[in-house]
């Protein structure tokens, strides 16, 4: 069985994106702490391809895998090897069933100014 994780994609070092990347992380904690467990930037993934990622944050789950773009403002989260929900500033986002109370609108975590 393998495990799937929600991961934060980042392209560029910026205070944007580690600004972002710790709003996530605020939300995600309380939550995800009992369910399973939370990574920051330091945990390395191996992927079935053999790339090796470090995402900004990871939930390991069973369930879903999450991809966020800061550049597009989009959250893209796939149910399974073929389909997905896309998530733009104006929609909330909703937690899977293991994490129901995670629920936030997209922009939100998008504003640093």
Sequence with gaps: MQNQSNFLYRETGSWEYDFISSLLLARLLPIALPLGFVTNGQAGFRMQNRNLRAPDITFTTRARRGIVFPETERILVYTSVSAST????????????????????????????
């Design 86 to 113: 896309a998530y733009e500033t104006a929609d909330t986002f909703q937690g899977p069933p293991l994490l129901p109370s995670l629920t936030f609108r997209v922009g939100e975590i998008f504003d640093t100014d």
